[in-house]
């Protein structure tokens, strides 16, 4: 259990840097740094791996995902011409309800 627990911060550590890379780049360069996003995506993926069957995850893991997509959801109308969001708001969205998913189903 205590291995679980240490994968889940250590997502969660990876997560919060590459959020620290990718809204910077989205917020003030108006751009999408679409391999970060992909890290981001496989996070997510796995977080919601790990925490499949919990009641509860983390105060500071759930405010990263609030703030990740608002901010996205935002940003993205600001982006460079050129630059393809594509479906990368639905894909964060999708995963991001991965990980929340069994803490709505009760």
């Known amino acids: 259990m205590r291995g679980m627990v240490m994968i889940e911060d250590e997502l969660e550590n990876k997560l919060s840097n590459l959020i620290l890379i990718v809204i910077?780049?989205?917020?003030?360069?108006?751009?999408i740094l679409h391999l970060e996003f992909n890290e981001i995506l496989n996070?997510?993926?796995?977080?919601?791996?790990?925490?499949?069957?919990?009641?509860?995850?983390?105060?500071?893991?759930?405010n990263k995902l609030f703030r990740l997509y608002t901010?996205?959801?935002t940003e993205l109308v600001y982006v460079k011409e050129g630059e393809e969001p594509g479906d990368l708001l639905p894909q964060l969205y999708m995963r991001i309800m991965a990980v929340l998913g069994e803490l709505f189903m009760d």
């Open 43 to 62: 996070c997510l993926d796995q977080l919601s791996e790990i925490l499949k069957g919990k009641q509860l995850i983390s105060k500071s893991l759930a």
């Open 71 to 73: 901010t996205v959801e």
């Open 24 to 31: 910077p780049a989205l917020k003030v360069k108006n751009i």
